[in-house]
């Protein structure tokens, strides 16, 4: 079947760095996108691994090892406002995207 | 700016009373898609649409239907809320012929069924 795994919640301190990763098992892979989702809203995109490495774009950054079925997103220079859940989407061999419940990011001052 | 609009934002039926929400892309973008969201769970799909092409999931309960009149508009009609059909419902648009096309949401509606 087709599985995510992400921390349901985490916390960090503004200012600080915080990594969230994200496990999945999916039939077949075309990719993986994070998606960043505040409370009552819809979710907006951040970012797009189709190949093994670093992908950065300003405060955010996610990983991709496609051997291993892993991701992360990592999130620099924390600021009150990336209080959020995030949200690990790979897709599967028939371009449709496995969402996983998301981890809820609560950030402290 | 293009974008996806959904219409209401917020929306309270009664228990059996058919409701109807809208979704209105500007991307002319050829998916559309809908899905179901519950608080603190993870997306699920109910319908998306190939251009013209619809695709049911197979686990979407057949008081959900929908509708693609056109490119630019998609309707979800619940035909008997129940109580558990409360969530948010999302509007997402893609490029089809780009892999690595991001969704684009709509606002999303807030469904209440009382």
């Known amino acids: 079947g087709q599985n995510i795994d992400q921390p349901t919640e ?100 | 700016d293009a974008m996806v609009i959904q219409n209401p934002r917020y929306q309270v039926t009664q228990f059996g009373k058919p409701v109807t929400l809208s979704c209105s892309q500007t991307l002319n973008h050829n998916v559309m898609y809908w899905y179901q969201q519950k608080s603190s769970q993870a997306p699920k799909l109910l319908f998306h649409y190939y251009d013209k092409d619809f695709n049911n999931e197979a686990d979407t309960p057949d008081n959900f239907q929908s509708r693609r009149p056109n490119t630019s508009f998609c309707f979800l009609d619940i035909r008997s809320p129940g109580l558990g059909d409360a969530a948010m419902y999302l509007c997402a648009t893609s490029h089809a012929d780009l892999s690595s096309s991001p969704l684009h949401f709509g606002n999303g509606t807030r469904l209440t069924v009382t």
């Open chain 1, 10 to 109: 985490m916390t960090a301190t503004e200012g600080a760095i915080v990594q969230i990763n994200c496990t999945y098992q999916t039939s077949g892979f075309n990719g993986l996108f994070w998606y960043q989702q505040h409370a009552g809203e819809a979710p907006t995109f951040l970012s797009y691994n189709v190949l093994d490495g670093l992908e950065e774009k300003g405060r955010f950054s996610s990983f991709l090892s496609r051997s291993k079925g892993y991701s992360y997103l990592l999130l620099k220079e924390l600021q009150m406002k990336d209080s959020a859940s995030y949200l690990c989407a790979p897709m599967d061999s028939n371009y449709q995207l496995i969402w996983g419940a998301g981890t809820k990011l609560i950030i402290k001052p």
